[in-house]
């Protein structure tokens, strides 16, 4: 929201830089931010190739009952980072829209499938109550306050983790539905953007965080069947009528996802390396696609060399330490933004 009133309203260059521009002057600082927000997108970006494509690989696996290892993983990588680069060269308007239209239309008939073959009463209800609770909860869950402090493994593992990786995926995110949400207004953008998208992830979770629950409760005793994070998915989906087809139709999913989040970023990294450009040329997209696909392949392999290393965690870890800042940062952009919008209004 902040980055589209820059760009449409401010008329700004597409940079993170640019939300402060009109109140820090140095550039130093405002290289300083462009170039962090770049390394931790770049980051982020590999980060979710390497472990997306861990979990294509595995699904494969289950579903195939094969054992494909290294090498499949690498080609998933060169599948990825290709079909996005022929996206990303296409432009919004043709390649990135087509494919963010197929997978909506494929993870929504995927939702009412399980929703309505599901106990769908009990779904609803643990709807409600889930989405009270964490309403309810939401500030001392947040802070790890008393009873809700789960521990330090747990924080570190999962939750500053998330936090750290959504804030390496903000600035390339916020700035490609900055690039797309012209002629929107602000209370649009924040029922588009933030209320309908987190009210639909609360029911997806609670579609199938219940639903593997009354699985758990039918089969009497639990022997780990979904401990497995990279096949629990497609565990799931075997005790369900098509199971193979939904299978196999994750799997696309799984892989089609990757590719609309590498082509937005690849296009979201063009327009930062490209003078701030809101239609970069290809040539910066082409050479954004070849640097992710060879340091993500860089990655998988360093992981299956170096067996004493997770180098994944690894990652992680960096991942927290560099969009750290951005989390300083977000609020020093956001009170400038409330900043300017309070001088418009009284104008």
């Not at 993870?107 to 929703?115: E, M, N, S």
């Not at 539905?177 to 588009?192: D, E, H, P, V, Y």
Request: aromatic share 16%; net charge positive.
């Amino acid at each position: 929201m902040i980055i589209g009133y820059g760009l449409y309203i401010r008329k700004k260059k597409v940079s993170i830089s640019a939300t402060i521009e009109d109140h820090i002057k140095s550039k130093i600082v405002r290289k300083g931010v462009d170039v962090i927000t770049i390394i931790t997108t770049v980051f982020g970006l590999i980060a979710a190739i390497g472990l997306g494509t861990t979990q294509i690989n595995g699904g494969i696996n289950h579903i195939t009952d094969a054992n494909f290892g290294l090498m499949t993983t690498i080609l998933l990588c060169v599948l990825i980072c290709t079909v996005a680069c022929y996206s990303a060269w296409q432009g919004v308007n043709k390649g990135i829209k087509i494919f963010s239209k197929l997978n909506i239309i494929i993870t929504l008939a995927i939702l009412i499938f399980v929703f309505v073959t599901s106990d769908m009463s009990a779904i609803l209800a643990s709807f409600a109550t889930a989405t009270f609770y964490y309403i309810i909860d939401f500030i001392p869950m947040s802070l790890a306050i008393g009873s809700y402090n789960p521990g330090t493994e747990f924080l570190t593992d999962w939750t500053f983790y998330y936090w750290a990786f959504w804030l390496s995926w903000a600035p390339f995110t916020g700035i490609f539905i900055a690039r797309i949400s012209k002629g929107r207004t602000i209370r649009q953008l924040l029922l588009g953007v933030l209320i309908i998208p987190s009210l639909g992830t609360f029911f997806w979770f609670s579609v199938f965080g219940t639903s593997a629950f009354n699985l758990i409760d039918e089969w009497g005793v639990y022997n780990s069947q979904f401990s497995n994070v990279f096949s629990s998915i497609f565990v799931f989906f075997e005790h369900y009528p098509f199971a193979t087809f939904l299978n196999i139709t994750s799997a696309f999913l799984l892989i089609s996802f990757l590719i609309t989040s590498v082509d937005s970023a690849v296009f979201v990294l063009s327009m930062f390396t490209d003078n701030g450009s809101k239609n970069p040329s290809k040539t910066h997209r082409v050479v954004w696609s070849i640097f992710i696909l060879l340091a993500t392949i860089a990655l998988v392999l360093l992981g299956n060399f170096k067996t004493d290393i997770n180098v994944l965690e690894a990652v992680q870890r960096l991942l927290i330490i560099t969009s750290l800042p951005f989390a300083f940062f977000i609020i020093i952009m956001l009170s400038y933004f409330i900043i300017g919008l309070r001088k418009t209004t009284k104008d």
